[in-house]
């Protein structure tokens, strides 16, 4: 079992940035490809971006690219989401995921956090 806790959600106004963090409850990441998704208000929830446990190849939505990036500390026992140049568009909860799959992380992870609220003012 997994645990995933995430922080660092909050207001910002456009244009500004945010991070986020996830830890991993009484372990590391160690052989556990990371994502996070995120759910905006009546809408279902996306993928937002993804690294490889093992490649560490780096997937992002379309929506995101060139604004998030995501990175885990080199103990691997925390991971981030770098967001700058936020839009109001942005405006989710965003929940850090884990799954052993590398095609399941982008989909239907096993394992999700509880949730950070992000809202960009316009």
């Known amino acids: 079992q997994v645990q995933l806790v995430e922080s660092g959600g909050g207001l910002v106004q456009a244009g500004g940035s945010l991070r986020l963090s996830c830890a991993a409850s009484?372990?590391?990441?160690?052989?556990?490809?990371m994502g996070w998704f995120r759910q905006a208000p009546g809408k279902e929830r996306e993928f937002v971006a993804a690294?490889?446990?093992?490649?560490?190849?780096?997937l992002y939505a379309d929506s995101v690219k060139c604004r998030f990036f995501i990175s885990i500390t080199n103990a691997k026992n925390t991971l981030y989401l770098q967001m700058n140049s936020l839009k109001p568009e942005d405006t989710a909860v965003y929940y850090c995921?884990?799954?052993?799959?590398?095609?399941?992380?982008?989909?239907?992870?096993?394992?999700w956090g509880q949730g950070a609220q992000v809202t960009v003012s316009s």
């Open positions: 995921a884990a799954d052993s799959s590398e095609v399941d992380i982008t989909n239907t992870p096993d394992y």
């Open positions: 009484g372990r590391t990441f160690n052989n556990l490809n």
């Open positions: 690294l490889m446990w093992n490649t560490g190849l780096i």
